[in-house]
């Protein structure tokens, strides 16, 4: 009888498991777009990200969650304003942030991490590095709980999170978030409403802040305009203005970057499009030229040649990744662009000169190698 006894509860304990292992994995599966999404925007990795909606909501079916769509825990703290549940956790009726959408809670854990300046050392760690980044998060005070790097940890190794961290390391990768159109989202965004646009605005397509006003350059021009954003689905931004006549004044142009400043191998880094001033960048951005043409190793030029990224603070001397694979229509400067690595350490790591021409399918080392380090 006994060994029967032993044998249920053992069925019963795998049953269990095995049921909780689903429901992680569906969570990962619903949610690890919007985790990669808001690494490309903010800088925390996707890993970090799912591990702790994961724990914080026990797999999106803890109460909290279920209540608020809080899915991280985040209590109100003095600077909330918006709506409010109670709940006992630390303490008995703890005020937390509710949220109208699950896509709403995501971003607001990437802001809540990126913008307090006790959690601003993460962001020098290697966004791969989820060990440190577990640690950092527990030194930082996110939870109270002994065991909680440990915890995300096991998650992250578990479920092999890390490969979503990667993904979203991979600018080529745009987030496939059709299907998590927020109300906000939809209220404001014009394309969602169905109406034609007003006179000089601007439709950014894709996955970021609530609508808000932004200067376009458009023809040498700076343009106050309206700007709404919608969830990423064409990496593209559409210009309405009344002085270009083509294609009932709109003209699209390819963005593969996100609008304002993002960063890039934890440095910060704008995308603009040809012609662009590099004094106006640098007066914008408190800046002196000088620094500037050194932060993306230029030589003395004003405007921008091409559409390109320019960095506003010195780029690494390493990669995030250990490689990088020359793809079409790149060249060394480019994908030091790309990479937010210094050009002098990539002709260091691969015994290249300035002048020397790369192709398509080359390996480019981002770090020192063996051989390369035995060098010096």
Not at 20 to 34: L, P
Not at 170 to 198: C, G, H, M, R, W
Not at 272 to 277: D, I, M, Y
Request: net charge neutral.
């Amino acid at each position: 009888m006994k060994k029967i006894l032993v044998v249920l509860l053992f069925v019963s304990l795998f049953i269990n498991a095995q049921a909780q292992q689903d429901k992680a994995r569906a969570y990962i599966e619903n949610y690890k777009e919007i985790a990669i999404a808001e690494m490309q925007r903010t800088g925390v990795p996707a890993a970090i990200t799912l591990a702790q909606g994961l724990v914080e909501s026990g797999c999106g079916e803890g109460d909290l969650c279920k209540r608020s769509n809080n899915h991280f825990g985040i209590k109100c703290k003095v600077d909330w304003t918006g709506d409010k549940v109670y709940h006992d956790d630390d303490q008995k009726n703890e005020c937390f942030r509710s949220y109208p959408s699950v896509v709403e809670s995501y971003k607001d854990h990437s802001d809540f991490l990126k913008t307090r300046e006790v959690y601003s050392f993460l962001f020098q760690i290697d966004p791969t590095d989820y060990t440190e980044w577990a640690k950092g998060l527990k030194k930082a005070g996110y939870a109270t709980e002994k065991n909680y790097p440990q915890n995300l940890i096991k998650v992250i190794n578990e479920y092999n999170l890390n490969q979503y961290s990667i993904l979203g390391l991979d600018k080529n990768y745009v987030p496939n978030l059709a299907a998590f159109q927020t109300k906000a989202d939809t209220d404001s965004s014009i394309i969602a409403q169905n109406k034609a646009p007003e006179k000089d605005t601007v439709v950014v397509e894709f996955y970021d802040k609530k609508p808000n006003e932004a200067s376009v350059i458009n023809d040498n021009k700076v343009i106050k305009s309206k700007v709404f954003y919608k969830q990423r689905q064409e990496d593209s931004v559409t210009i309405i203005n009344p002085n270009i006549k083509e294609d009932n004044n709109v003209k699209t142009v390819k963005t593969p970057y996100p609008v304002g400043t993002f960063t890039i191998n934890n440095v910060k880094v704008i995308y603009v499009q040809e012609g662009t001033s590099l004094l106006s960048i640098a007066s914008k951005y408190d800046i002196s030229l000088g620094k500037l043409l050194e932060y993306n190793d230029l030589e003395e030029i004003d405007i921008t040649p091409t559409d390109q990224l320019i960095f506003l603070e010195k780029k690494q001397s390493k990669g995030s990744l250990e490689t990088h694979v020359v793809k079409e229509n790149e060249n060394l400067y480019s994908i030091c662009q790309i990479e937010g690595i210094k050009l002098e350490k990539v002709l260091e790591y691969n015994k290249l000169k300035r002048n020397s021409i790369v192709k398509v399918g080359d390996t480019l080392h981002l770090r020192p190698t063996i051989a390369t380090s035995s060098t010096k």
